[in-house]
């Protein structure tokens, strides 16, 4: 019975469909071989009766039973001869049977009520006598002397109609047998296609928050479900994804702020042990406020990305001239950039586009800063414009340096993450926290365009493109 449990109510289905299905086909097919066995039968004894009847009809008008009645009855046998269950009875219009054969008493057909009908429309009919049936025919032959003679023929149908119901009763077990074949047969069918997919629910069912990281092996299941499970794995490995980056995340913002809120401690700590000139407690203030200044950056950065996950960031939506903006902010980062002697080149022209001069002005300015960051001295990086087509434009900004491997490319846009591991998390580094490349998405997310990072040898290119109307 455990399988029956396991087995539900839709599995029930399928086998009661086929199983009707199979009774519903196979009593059609009984039905049809009867009826034709029944109509051939039919067919036969019309056809056996009628050539008998003519037979007779013939053989009177040529000998009459009372002139040449030795040639008569002579030919008569021959005619019946071979005809078994074929029953005759000749009479003439004076009621006397000139010829019987032995078997049923055929003269009560003269009396019964439809029996002329037999002769004028020449048909057949169905007689049942001493629980035996019989199917008739008959006809009247009218001589030159006046007189007629009437000949009925009968055709026992017992044999026939015990054939039928045997068919009958055979084809009527043949159903029973192939609608309980067919129910087991797919009930059983359905129980081996089910074992697999139950033993896959039971791995499903055992996975949970911490086991996220358990895949389903593909060699357990049979080749149709491999799809299946790997659909699912990759969905897993998906959510696995999606938790561990909460998880960092949370991490990550902890350490985030324990580092300049350790930093501002120990400082404090020391500056109290000792007193200090009011100069020394200026520099030590100064110090602090750089602190301050960062975590309090940190936090407006990382309410803007809380508002942008919120669908709370609603572009305040102008013309903008990209190239001149670029230009502007090219000026803006130029002494950074002539520390290590890096030279900025604008290149091409886009129409002028929709969009929040703030926000993406913040991408971009993100991006140089990075791109100023890792660029080798003395080089130079090259901003491109284009036009995709009328409603698009491109923006690439490529800066020469050491190449990002592949494997880090999809997870730049995240949040707190840095290439260099040894950075990351350290500390001690207080160049950027990795939040950065996180916001300039969230901003072209906004703008309902796409950025994507390429990285080779020769650079590393943000490629960002943005409708021109939102
Ligand atoms: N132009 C670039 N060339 C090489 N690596 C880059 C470039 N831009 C970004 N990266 C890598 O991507 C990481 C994430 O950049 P992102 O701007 O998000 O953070 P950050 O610059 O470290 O900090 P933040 O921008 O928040 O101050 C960087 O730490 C760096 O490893
Ligand atoms: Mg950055």
Redesign the pocket.
């Known amino acids: 019975m455990y399988w029956m449990k396991k087995t539900n109510i839709i599995s029930f289905r399928i086998p009661l469909i086929v199983c009707l299905l199979t009774c519903g086909l196979l009593y059609c097919f009984s039905y049809l071989i009867e009826h034709t066995f029944e109509k051939i039968s039919i067919q036969q004894n019309v056809t056996e009766l009628n050539s008998v009847i003519t037979s007779i009809e013939r053989e009177l008008t040529y000998y009459s039973p009372d002139e040449n009645r030795d040639e008569f009855f002579q030919n008569l046998l021959l005619i019946l001869t071979g005809h078994h269950h074929l029953f005759v009875y000749i009479i003439d219009d004076s009621g006397k049977i000139v010829y019987r054969t032995r078997g049923p008493n055929l003269s009560i057909a003269l009396s019964q009520e439809h029996f002329d009908r037999l002769i004028t429309e020449n048909s057949t009919a169905i007689w049942n006598i001493d629980k035996s049936s019989y199917r008739i025919g008959a006809s009247r032959v009218l001589l030159d002397e006046g007189r007629q003679y009437t000949t009925i023929v009968a055709v026992a149908r017992d044999l026939q109609l015990e054939f039928i119901k045997r068919l009958r009763n055979g084809l009527g077990l043949l159903i029973v047998i192939a609608c309980v074949l067919a129910l087991i047969g797919s009930l059983i069918s359905i129980y081996f296609t089910q074992k697999p997919i139950n033993r896959l629910i039971k791995k499903i069912e055992g996975i949970n928050m911490k086991s996220l990281n358990y895949r389903i092996s593909t060699k357990s299941v049979p080749v149709k479900y491999v799809s299946l499970v790997k659909a699912f794995n990759n969905m897993l490995h998906r959510m696995e994804d999606v938790f561990d980056r909460q998880r960092n995340f949370t991490a990550d913002i902890a350490h985030e702020m324990r580092t300049p809120i350790t930093n501002l401690t120990t400082q404090t700590q020391i500056v109290l042990n000792n007193a200090r000139s009011t100069d020394e407690y200026r520099e030590i203030l100064y110090s602090n406020l750089e602190e301050y200044e960062k975590m309090s950056q940190?936090i407006s950065?990382m309410l803007f990305l809380a508002q942008a996950d919120n669908h709370q960031l609603v572009p305040n939506l102008i013309d903008i001239d990209l190239h001149s903006m670029i230009s502007l902010m090219c000026e803006y980062f130029e002494p950074l950039a002539d520390e290590k002697n890096i030279t900025f080149e604008i290149e091409g022209s886009c129409s002028h586009i929709e969009g929040d001069k703030m926000m993406l002005g913040r991408a971009i300015s993100?991006?140089l800063?990075?791109?100023i960051?890792?660029?080798p001295a003395n080089q130079t990086i090259k901003i491109s414009l284009s036009q995709v087509n009328q409603k698009r434009i491109q923006i690439i900004?490529a800066?020469p340096?050491?190449k990002?491997e592949s494997r880090?490319l999809p997870h730049?846009?995240d949040?707190?993450?840095?290439?260099?591991e040894s950075?990351?998390r350290s500390g001690k580094d207080s160049?950027?926290?990795?939040?950065?490349?996180?916001?300039?998405k969230s901003i072209i997310d906004t703008h309902r365009g796409h950025i994507h990072?390429e990285?080779d040898d020769l650079s590393?290119r943000?490629i960002i493109k943005l409708p021109t109307v939102i």
């Open positions: 940190m950065d993100n991006i800063s990075n791109a960051r890792y660029t900004i800066n340096g050491k990002i880090h730049l846009f949040r707190f993450y840095r290439v260099d950075r990351h160049s950027g926290t990795g939040i950065g490349l996180a916001i300039v990072v990285s590393t943000f």
